[in-house]
């Protein structure tokens, strides 16, 4: 049988997007904050609500927003250890510490409580991620990080297009990261942004993107290179048009599974108030050995799915030492869960196929 994949890229229609950068072979300028970058950043700025700034990924927009908000070197970053390791190597990177912090086991989102409990005199920011899209806490954590004065910045790679609350998910907090790789929901084949709500950090932003230079004779600041090219703001300009169309799908298959699923098998869920996105189908078994044998078996029936995130961050050589509290929850969804395929045009007999699978296994 024809294989299914944890996840599939979201394409245009081949034609639209050649017609979009046929004038490229005319002009020969592919970079550098080119007319489509310049009509990508309007168009997206205008879909969420607010300002942000383009990146090549979105690993380089999270380490740009730290380095743009100034935190002090050596501070502490209480953060998940539940997420892709692109989150903590960002901190380090940046000259910052990472404290790992326990997770929710509804949604497996950063713990509001146990953040409090990590916060000392060294904590500079904090750092949730908002894991397949579901939203943090974001009210009691806004209260956490006012309170101690702390900056609150959002890895939110999963969820473009997410709303909580009646506004964009990215519009809460400092600011917000998304990326824009070809597994996520909008994609310009690798991107990302910063979504913040100061404007004054646009030219900062900015500045990170190419090497500080503001003209042809000024270098305002050490920067770095992460600029979004011209093919890839076409993908972005055509893949925005049908985005709608492409979550309409996902949350067709979405509400299917939610159906079909095994009882003994749960689906993780956004918290009520949620627009969701449907970026993955989470689910959780009872063990680690079920999860274990269930992905094997259904691999050998051509149904790819992916731990994710498994191991924990925290597991990592580079991590095994960084302090923290234990993540007694972050560690058992680690070890039991589950993505199952999901993408836009995923059919209800591959969604069968794939409960049918489950249920055998």
Same mark, same amino acid.
């Given at each position: 049988?024809?294989?299914?994949?944890?996840?599939? /890229?979201?394409?245009?229609?081949?034609?639209?997007?050649? @017609?979009?950068?046929?004038?490229?072979?005319?002009?020969?300028?592919?970079?550098?904050?080119?007319? *489509?970058?310049?009509?990508?950043?309007?168009?997206?700025?205008?879909?969420?609500?607010?300002?942000?700034? #383009?990146?090549?990924?979105?690993?380089?927009?999270?380490?740009?927003?730290?380095?743009?908000?100034?935190?002090?070197?050596?501070? %502490?970053?209480?953060?998940?250890?539940?997420? $892709?390791?692109?989150?903590?190597?960002?901190?380090?990177?940046? =000259?910052?510490?990472?404290? $790992?912090?326990?997770?929710?086991?509804?949604?497996?989102? #950063?713990?509001?409580? &146990?953040?409090? %409990?990590?916060?000392?005199?060294?904590?500079?920011?904090?750092?949730?991620v908002h894991v397949y899209g579901h939203p943090c806490q974001?009210?009691?954590? %806004?209260?956490?990080?006012?309170? +101690?004065? *702390?900056?609150?910045?959002?890895?939110?790679?999963?969820?473009?297009?997410?709303?909580?609350?009646?506004?964009?998910?990215?519009? +809460?907090?400092?600011?917000?990261?998304?990326?824009?790789?070809?597994?996520?929901?909008?994609?310009?084949?690798?991107?990302?942004?910063?979504?913040?709500?100061?404007?004054?950090?646009?030219?900062?932003?900015?500045?990170? /993107?190419?090497?500080?230079?503001?003209?042809?004779?000024?270098?305002?600041?050490? =920067?770095?290179?992460?600029?979004?090219?011209?093919?890839?703001?076409?993908?972005?300009?055509?893949?925005?048009? +049908?985005?709608?169309?492409?979550?309409?799908?996902?949350?067709?298959?979405?509400?299917?599974?939610?159906?079909?699923?095994?009882?003994?098998?749960?689906?993780?869920?956004? &918290?009520?108030?949620?627009?969701?996105?449907?970026?993955?189908?989470?689910?959780?078994? %009872?063990?680690?050995?079920?999860?274990?044998?269930? +992905?094997?078996?259904?691999?050998?029936?051509?149904?790819?799915?992916?731990?994710?995130?498994?191991?924990?961050? @925290?597991?990592?050589?580079?991590?095994? #030492?960084?302090?923290?509290?234990? /993540?007694?929850?972050?560690?058992?969804?680690?070890?039991?869960?589950?993505?199952?395929?999901?993408?836009?045009?995923?059919?209800?007999?591959?969604?069968?196929?794939?409960?049918?699978? #489950?249920?055998?296994?």
């Amino acid at each position: 049988m024809e294989e299914l994949f944890v996840t599939r /890229t979201s394409l245009p229609p081949f034609e639209e997007y050649c @017609s979009l950068i046929r004038n490229l072979w005319e002009n020969h300028m592919i970079t550098n904050m080119g007319q *489509l970058h310049q009509r990508l950043q309007r168009e997206l700025e205008n879909f969420l609500d607010g300002p942000l700034t #383009l990146y090549s990924n979105g690993h380089l927009s999270l380490e740009a927003v730290l380095e743009a908000l100034e935190l002090p070197q050596g501070g %502490e970053v209480i953060t998940s250890p539940f997420t $892709f390791v692109s989150t903590v190597h960002a901190i380090v990177r940046k =000259g910052l510490v990472p404290v $790992f912090c326990d997770v929710l086991k509804e949604d497996g989102t #950063l713990d509001p409580d &146990r953040a409090a %409990e990590l916060v000392t005199e060294k904590t500079v920011a904090l750092l949730p991620v908002h894991v397949y899209g579901h939203p943090c806490q974001v009210e009691r954590l %806004e209260a956490l990080s006012r309170d +101690y004065e *702390l900056k609150l910045v959002y890895d939110a790679a999963h969820a473009f297009g997410v709303r909580y609350g009646g506004r964009p998910l990215v519009r +809460y907090g400092d600011a917000s990261i998304l990326s824009f790789h070809a597994t996520k929901v909008f994609s310009t084949i690798e991107g990302g942004a910063v979504c913040y709500a100061d404007e004054r950090l646009r030219q900062t932003l900015e500045d990170l /993107t190419n090497f500080g230079i503001r003209d042809t004779e000024h270098c305002e600041r050490v =920067g770095g290179n992460a600029k979004l090219n011209e093919f890839q703001a076409a993908m972005g300009l055509c893949n925005l048009r +049908y985005f709608r169309e492409q979550i309409a799908g996902r949350g067709s298959a979405f509400l299917l599974y939610r159906e079909l699923l095994p009882p003994d098998v749960r689906l993780l869920e956004p &918290r009520e108030g949620t627009v969701p996105n449907y970026s993955y189908c989470p689910v959780v078994f %009872e063990s680690q050995d079920r999860r274990d044998r269930v +992905y094997e078996a259904i691999l050998a029936q051509g149904i790819h799915s992916r731990k994710y995130f498994y191991p924990l961050v @925290s597991d990592f050589p580079p991590y095994r #030492l960084v302090t923290g509290a234990s /993540t007694p929850v972050a560690r058992s969804l680690s070890a039991r869960v589950l993505c199952l395929p999901l993408y836009a045009d995923i059919s209800s007999e591959e969604v069968e196929r794939v409960c049918t699978a #489950l249920q055998q296994a």
